[in-house]
């Protein structure tokens, strides 16, 4: 039995992937011309050799294998995403997600985000929720924030709870509710302790105006709504309102009718 453990090793030895040369190590053995008289051995040295491709296979399977999932909205709507979790993900237009579905929940729960995205995490104190950008990244345990993401600059803003955000030289800042932050290609960080009332207008189609000029809300009105709004006056006009899930139409025929403006969807 030894002898033959002996033989076994050998063979190991000289297997290469996908490939296991049985005559060259009979020659070597010595017992190329005794193959009737050793069947239990050659059974055992291809046994090994099986042996040897599983084992290698499944480390493989086990540690490195990956399964990306690759979430993407169009670009002219968003889309809402529930993850293994059930954390809760809107994603803007024109905005793409991916996590390994494998690791997710089980070794951790990263994602990597490029564009626009409001989150609602489900708590768990064991296993941070992190999101990954280009310039940035985010920890939270549960809570609901924004993150936005290009090649220019990540910005966070949080609507409730506590997040870590922090750049790639992991400097850091901790935002709580009503903060917004951002970090520039530099990888410097800024922070404003209090939040645009509409930065997640996109989303609830909730608008809240005080004395706000009226360029800007059509600014905004055309990119929440994919409009093009026609007749704003030279002049500068202000606005003191809120709209909550209003047609477009009726929001246009409020202002003109509150301002004594002439505005109009021209698309």
């Not at 290698?56 to 690759?70: A, C, H, L």
């Not at 059509?218 to 709209?243: A, N």
Request: hydrophobic share 35%; glycine share 4%.
């Amino acid at each position: 039995m030894e002898k033959e453990e002996k033989d076994i090793r050998f063979v190991a030895r000289f297997y290469r992937e996908n490939r296991l040369d049985t005559t060259q190590a009979w020659q070597k053995l010595g017992i190329g011309k005794q193959r009737n008289n050793s069947i239990l051995l050659y059974r055992l040295i291809t046994i090994a050799a099986v042996t040897f491709l599983i084992a290698g296979f499944s480390w493989w399977w086990i540690y490195d294998r990956q399964d990306w999932i690759v979430i993407a909205s169009s670009a002219h709507a968003v889309k809402e995403v529930t993850l293994p979790d059930n954390s809760h993900i809107t994603l803007a237009e024109n905005s793409a997600l991916q996590y390994d579905r494998l690791a997710y929940g089980k070794k951790n729960r990263n994602v990597t985000l490029n564009g626009k995205a409001y989150f609602s995490v489900t708590h768990q104190e064991q296993c941070p929720f992190r999101v990954q950008t280009e310039l940035a990244n985010i920890q939270v345990l549960g809570t609901q924030f924004q993150v936005t993401a290009n090649a220019n600059q990540t910005s966070a803003t949080v609507e409730s709870g506590k997040v870590r955000f922090y750049n790639k030289e992991q400097k850091e800042a901790i935002l709580t509710k009503g903060m917004y932050a951002f970090i520039n290609q530099k990888g410097q960080i800024q922070i404003n302790k209090q939040s645009d009332p509409n930065t997640f207008a996109w989303k609830t189609h909730v608008f809240v105006y005080n004395e706000a000029p009226l360029k800007k809300v059509v600014k905004e009105l055309e990119e929440v709504y994919k409009v093009h709004i026609g007749g704003i006056p030279q002049k500068e006009y202000y606005l003191t309102t809120t709209f909550d899930n209003t047609p477009i139409e009726d929001i246009i025929e409020i202002i003109n009718q509150t301002l004594d403006t002439k505005l109009d969807i021209t698309q």
